[in-house]
């Protein structure tokens, strides 16, 4: 394990992009790593904000990256996206692809972050420094090092520190990290659908005037409640976006059905 006041590489956030990050170093072998969260993760797996209940797509190198890590995505609730059709609105051309066609058996993986999260997350690695529900008061850097003030009271000395805690970083504001942003007027709503009949591991992505809408395959297992499902990205002016929080059911499946019927 990394000493507990010093360490080669020092990670701030355990998310997906943190824990990841983390368990390749690791598995390198070259530098000691040392990760800093402010959860307290592995006591309880469903508090890390950034391992919630949405779903997210996964390209096959990202797939296969992580299963060199040992990252076992059926336990993620993985499902493959075998087939991709791309329409535009109000236009009769289509794109299918098959990943048959490809010679490989899909394009990517439709997993749930939650449960990946509960794989992903490294604590318990022995070759791995991992604080839990600790933040970073502040950052002293020299030529040669860069000092971390911890909220427990440590002082952590690394020679490389990562952000890895979000957009949102405070961190990043405390040490002047400028960021560029475009408002495009356009949000995107996320929801899961139920479908009349199974997906066969089917993606679809169309373009309407409002922007793209995507629908990802979820859970081919009949017994899940994600059966026939499929986790919906519907971009919208922002306050049409705001408007349709509050449609009933029955409203929204019927503007969601004329955008991809």
């Keep these: 394990m990394a000493n507990n006041n010093q360490s080669d590489i020092v990670i701030v956030g355990g998310g997906a992009v943190g824990s990841a990050l983390a368990r390749l170093l690791v598995r390198q072998g070259r530098h000691s790593v040392t990760l800093i969260d402010a959860n307290q993760f592995s006591q309880d797996p469903h508090s890390h904000p950034g391992f919630d ?12 990256a992580l ?21 535009d609105q109000g236009f009769i051309g289509q794109t299918r692809l098959h990943a048959s066609d490809y010679q490989v058996q899909s394009f990517g ?11 992903l997350f490294p604590a318990g690695l022995p070759e791995l420094s991992v604080l839990e529900g600790v933040t970073v008061d502040e950052v002293n850097q020299t030529a040669e090092s860069i ?3 911890l909220s427990n009271g440590n002082t952590l000395t690394a020679g490389l520190l990562v952000l890895a805690d979000g957009g949102r970083s405070e961190l990043a504001d405390k040490l002047n990290f400028k960021r560029s942003s475009e408002d495009y007027g356009q ?5 899961n659908v139920q479908l009349s009949e199974p997906h066969n591991g089917w993606a679809h992505e169309r373009f309407t005037p409002n922007g793209p809408l995507a629908l990802l395959p979820v859970a ?4 899940s409640d994600y059966a026939n499902c499929y986790s919906l990205v519907w971009t919208l002016g922002h306050d049409e976006a705001e408007a349709a929080l509050a449609w009933p059911q029955a409203q929204f499946i019927s503007r969601l059905q ?3 019927g």
């Design 53 to 64: 209940a949405r779903v997210i797509a996964l390209a096959k190198r990202t797939e296969q």
């Design 187 to 191: 949000s995107a709503l996320i929801a």
């Design 147 to 149: 000092e971390l003030q």
């Design 67 to 87: 299963c060199e890590l040992g990252i076992d995505l059926k336990k993620a609730f993985a499902t493959p996206i075998e087939h991709i059709l791309v329409s």
């Design 220 to 223: 081919e297992d009949d017994s």
């Design 109 to 119: 993986q439709v997993v749930g972050i939650q449960a990946l999260g509960q794989q």
């Design 258 to 260: 004329q955008q991809i």
